[in-house]
């Protein structure tokens, strides 16, 4: 990729959200063309895929950690560019429901240097839950999270731990990490991703402004 075309080697915002619109547009239609997905045709509709995707993908170039502060930055500053946006809960909702989508163009994307393609999860590692959760626990290094809503997680608060791990796209760990179950996503996926920085890593929505 030229250099001149790399996102955040544009002069200016506007100009960044007018490259990455150009090509999350040409992704949605040839995907929607070739039967990927179907999008949606609802009359008087706010806010295309082609628009909501744009402002989640440059607010994440932009370190924005927060999905409904970087919309409240684009109808504050760039309502030129995005006119006519959703509101905010259905935006949200939108978001949620383009995970699918966004792992595929991610996929599509030109490569970096290394061209290896990382998955970063964590996993709960469970001393206890339910009633016995909240006893008063000798083991210090563990502490009280909640559980996510994937296949192998933990629904729900439980005591312990959690493990984070990034994994190639062969499904070998390369690194990892064992922190307590309150401990964040975000500042271990920091310290775990160090190591490969510029390579293409894909994740959750709790990792949301590491780069992922």
Do not use: W
């Not at 039967?35 to 628009?51: A, I, R, T, W």
């Not at 206890?128 to 210090?140: I, N, S, V």
């Amino acid at each position: 990729m030229p250099t001149n075309e790399l996102p955040l080697a544009q002069n200016s915002v506007e100009d960044l959200f007018t490259l990455v619109y150009v090509y999350v547009d040409d992704y949605v239609q040839a995907a929607a063309c070739s039967g990927l997905f179907v999008l949606p045709q609802e009359p008087n509709q706010k806010g295309s895929y082609s628009e909501v995707m744009p402002i989640a993908l440059v607010g994440e170039l932009l370190g924005e950690v927060s999905a409904q502060k970087g919309l409240g930055q684009v109808r504050s500053t760039y309502r030129a560019l995005f006119p006519c946006l959703p509101d905010r809960t259905r935006y949200l909702r939108i978001q949620l429901n383009l995970e699918t989508i966004y792992a595929d163009l991610a996929l599509r994307l030109p490569h970096f240097d290394d061209e290896t393609v990382y998955v970063i999860d964590s996993k709960p590692l469970v001393c206890c839950k339910g009633t016995r959760y909240a006893r008063p626990r000798a083991m210090t290094e563990a502490g009280s999270g909640r559980g996510g809503h994937g296949g192998y997680s933990v629904k729900g608060r439980f005591y312990g731990f959690k493990l984070h791990a990034v994994i190639n796209d062969h499904g070998m760990i390369v690194r990892f990490a064992l922190a307590a179950g309150n401990e964040s996503d975000s500042p271990l996926a920091r310290t775990l991703l160090a190591e490969g920085e510029g390579a293409l890593v894909l994740g959750d929505r709790g990792y949301q402004g590491c780069g992922v």
